[in-house]
């Protein structure tokens, strides 16, 4: 897969290897909450995950994000493995550039 290349802010550089770091470890919680369908502890993830990525600049885990948020609040959880493996895949390849924003 070809690397995903995501602008950041050059402030912020100090900051990402912890939220990088803090994702990782959300995207495996995550899996595990799939697969005990626990929708609700899902919901909450992903609307953190929702949140910190937007504040970073990672638009599109910030869209994955909303869209698992909105589908186990609405106990739709068929899709969430699909959609998790999805951000799995995206996080994965994603190439950070920092550039000056300010």
Avoid: W
Wanted: glycine share 2%; proline share 3%.
């Amino acid at each position: 897969m070809a690397k995903i290349k995501v602008e950041i802010d050059a402030d912020l550089q100090d900051l990402i290897p912890q939220f990088t770091e803090n994702r990782k470890k959300d995207i495996l919680t995550l899996e595990e909450l799939i697969a005990k369908n626990d929708l609700p502890a899902i919901a909450a993830l992903t609307h953190k995950i929702k949140g910190a990525a937007s504040s970073y600049g990672f638009m599109k885990l910030s869209e994955i994000a909303a869209q698992m948020e909105k589908l186990s609040k609405n106990n739709e959880g068929s899709q969430l493995a699909t959609l998790a493996q999805e951000m799995k895949n995206h996080f994965e390849n994603i190439e950070i550039q920092f550039v000056p924003m300010s």
